[in-house]
């Protein structure tokens, strides 16, 4: 296929740093990122409603998609917390002749808490046990996931 298109899974737990490393990613291969929290803010959702975050997740899956399609670069920032999920959007992407790549973000939960606190975006505030249930409950990527995907892209900066 003459222009394949990449897809970009950035995973990981709240506060591990996904946005910033999209938005560096971005700026190197011109992409479209996907945040479910960027539209659920500017539609004026509570980010902890999660039936309208799967709403969300199954639009931008679409147009990532049909970015693909067109030979260009999508990131994905959904969180991604389950194997199965990122499965799904691997297998997709494959299917459509593109590129795939996995980072996984992680940090300890304290470390998480205190940089979700500071930024103060959630209300009603996360909780540091939630980010400890989280923290316990993401299924972190094997090698033999890993595996399954082309090397991950370094941002340039
Ligand atoms: N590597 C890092 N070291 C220290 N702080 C960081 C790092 N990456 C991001 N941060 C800071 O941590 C906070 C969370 O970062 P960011 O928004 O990129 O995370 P996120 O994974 O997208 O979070 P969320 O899942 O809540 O959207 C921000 O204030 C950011 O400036
Ligand atoms: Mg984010």
């Given at each position: 296929m003459s222009n394949p298109g990449r897809l970009i899974i950035i995973a990981g737990?709240?506060?591990?740093?996904k946005s910033t490393l999209a938005k560096k990613l971005a700026l190197r291969f011109q992409a479209t990122i996907y945040s479910p929290d960027d539209w659920m803010d500017a539609l004026g959702?509570?980010?902890?409603d999660n039936a309208v975050r799967d709403a969300v997740e199954r639009l931008q899956w679409q147009q990532a998609q049909d970015i693909l399609r067109l030979g260009g670069t999508a990131i994905i920032?959904?969180?991604?917390?389950a194997r199965s999920e990122r499965d799904i959007l691997r297998i997709g992407a494959r299917a459509l002749g593109s590129a795939a790549e996995l980072h996984f973000l992680d940090a300890e939960p304290a470390v998480l808490y205190a940089r979700m606190s500071a930024r103060g975006r959630e209300n009603p505030p996360i909780t540091l046990d939630q980010l400890q249930a989280y923290s316990a409950a993401i299924e972190r990527p094997t090698a033999e996931e890993l595996a399954f995907y082309d090397a991950p892209s370094e941002p340039l900066s």
């Open positions: 737990l709240p506060g591990t740093g959702v509570n980010l902890w920032e959904w969180g991604t917390w």
